[in-house]
């Protein structure tokens, strides 16, 4: 039973430059949650993608933006990176039918550097 | 509003000694306690939950961890640490207000001495 998978798995970008991240939730899972880990801190919620429409957000401007599509895949897109974008990006699916105790499974993200 | 503090951004131990992972949450309304760990260069993989069963919950490799509401914690134990435990360990919260957000603490980063 596959996981969360993420692609690419590091990606190097320079600043200004726009960048698309991707992932594919558990199987069986149609939430898809992205969330950022800078270094030497805990994950920082983004925002929350379930029946292709983003549910809910967390603190981030507006350069950040995603998409959910049919089979319930997702991608985070960062424009007009900035140096502190640099991070761990991570993708986490659910199944809102657990509601909020069933919890989440995570992939293994996307590290993001940007120069 | 919901918010986890992780006292100890690093715990040292020997092998074979008890692990003590302390966290402390903030939650308006009745809550979801999430133990993750995270190994290097690798995403986070779930340890234990509690979701207003029992108190007492027991994880993988022989981690559990107590929900006490009256001190509004859930500290993280593990009876004899093993040097495959070193890792980043990370106390999260969430509850039926918060829909399925996570709120993460700061981290701790175990370390194993032989």
């Known amino acids: 039973d596959a996981g969360v998978t993420q692609s690419p798995t590091h990606l190097i970008k320079t600043r200004g430059q726009q960048v698309t991240l991707r992932c594919s939730p558990k199987?069986?899972?149609?939430?898809v949650s992205w969330y950022q880990q800078a270094l030497g801190q805990g994950p920082q919620f983004i925002f929350q993608y379930y029946e292709e429409e983003e549910r809910q957000r967390g603190n981030f401007p507006d350069r950040f933006s995603g998409h959910q599509f049919p089979n319930y895949s997702s991608e985070l897109n960062v424009n007009a990176l900035l140096l502190g974008d640099s991070a761990l990006y991570l993708c986490?699916?659910?199944?809102?039918?657990?509601?909020?105790?069933?919890?989440?499974?995570f992939g293994s993200g996307t590290r993001l550097t940007v120069v | 509003a919901q918010s986890v503090t992780q006292l100890g951004s690093h715990v040292s131990v020997s092998e074979g000694a008890l692990v003590l992972l302390r966290c402390n949450y903030s939650s308006s309304v009745p809550p979801y306690l999430f133990w993750y760990v995270q190994y290097p260069n690798q995403g986070l993989q779930l340890l234990l939950k509690y979701t207003s069963a029992a108190t007492l919950v027991k994880g993988i490799n022989g981690f559990e961890a107590e929900f006490k509401k009256s001190e509004t914690s859930f500290h993280l134990t593990k009876p004899s640490a093993h040097m495959s435990d070193a890792a980043e360990y990370f106390c999260?919260?969430?509850?039926?207000?918060?829909?399925?957000?996570?709120?993460f603490g700061g981290g701790t980063r175990l370390m194993v001495k032989p």
């Open positions: 999260a919260v969430t509850n039926n207000n918060a829909g399925n957000m996570l709120t």
């Open positions: 986490a699916s659910s199944h809102p039918a657990g509601g909020p105790g069933n919890g989440y499974t």
């Open positions: 199987s069986g899972h149609d939430t």
